[in-house]
């Protein structure tokens, strides 16, 4: 099965910050990853998909990049409303792993 | 209004079995891959079984194979998991995921999730 792993674990910032928040795929998974926001006592809610596409509704500060194992989500000025742990995704097979988390934090 | 809700959660004495349900409104679930998702207290997501549309596909995490069973009833517009041979470590909010479609009709990642079902495994 393919592994995803996230870095860092935790991240202090600022409100106006950039951030960028890694995930790496034990093996190639193509463009198939996606990105989610959680906030506590809330369900996740997915934010980019294939890697790069914004899901509708979700501010253009968010973005995605990356393929083959190696991607990116970047908040481009960090919000109030965006400290929160971010989880990536793949979906390239039917095992439809998690990373285990970035939580972002206030500084 | 398009929502997911779980049912079932309870608490289980450790070696019990549990059933969970899920059920679908404003949109048909016949049409999109269906998945559970478990989130242990404090700690991440876990993705633990998908079904594909048809029940044509089934994958389960390799933490639960073997004790899990998905099902669907596309009639009833529900989601369902079975768990048995329960364990502390099986102690989570249970929430089922829709995997989105995009143009061509591709998995988009999971758009519509439920609000979640707690299960404790405890004597």
């Known amino acids: 099965d393919t592994q995803m792993t996230q870095s860092p674990s935790t991240l202090s910032a600022s409100v106006g910050d950039r951030i960028t928040v890694s995930c790496r795929a034990s093996q190639s998974i193509s463009k198939w990853l996606a990105w989610y926001q959680q906030k506590p006592g809330k369900a996740p809610n997915l934010l980019i998909y294939q890697a790069s596409i914004l899901e509708s509704g979700v501010p253009s500060r968010f973005s995605g990049s990356g393929s083959g194992t190696e991607f990116t989500l970047t908040i481009s000025s960090l919000q109030p409303d965006d400290f929160a742990t971010y989880y990536c995704?793949?979906?390239?097979?039917?095992?439809?792993?998690f990373g285990q988390g970035t939580k972002v934090e206030i500084k | 209004e398009v929502q997911l809700v779980e049912s079932g959660g309870a608490l289980v004495q450790p070696g019990g079995s549990l059933r969970l349900s899920c059920a679908a409104s404003g949109f048909t679930v016949s049409t999109y891959s269906m998945n559970w998702v478990r989130q242990a207290p404090g700690k991440g997501l876990e993705w633990i079984s998908y079904i594909s549309r048809k029940s044509s596909t089934i994958s389960h995490a390799d933490s639960v194979k073997g004790r899990i069973t998905i099902s669907r009833d596309d009639a009833k517009n529900s989601l369902f998991l079975q768990l048995s041979s329960l364990r502390a470590e099986d102690t989570a909010v249970y929430y089922c995921?829709?995997?989105?479609?995009?143009?061509?009709?591709?998995?988009?990642?999971?758009?519509?999730w439920g609000q979640g079902t707690m299960v404790t495994v405890s004597s």
């Open positions: 995921a829709r995997g989105g479609l995009a143009v061509g009709g591709r998995v988009r990642g999971f758009d519509l």
């Open positions: 995704q793949q979906y390239n097979n039917y095992s439809r792993a």
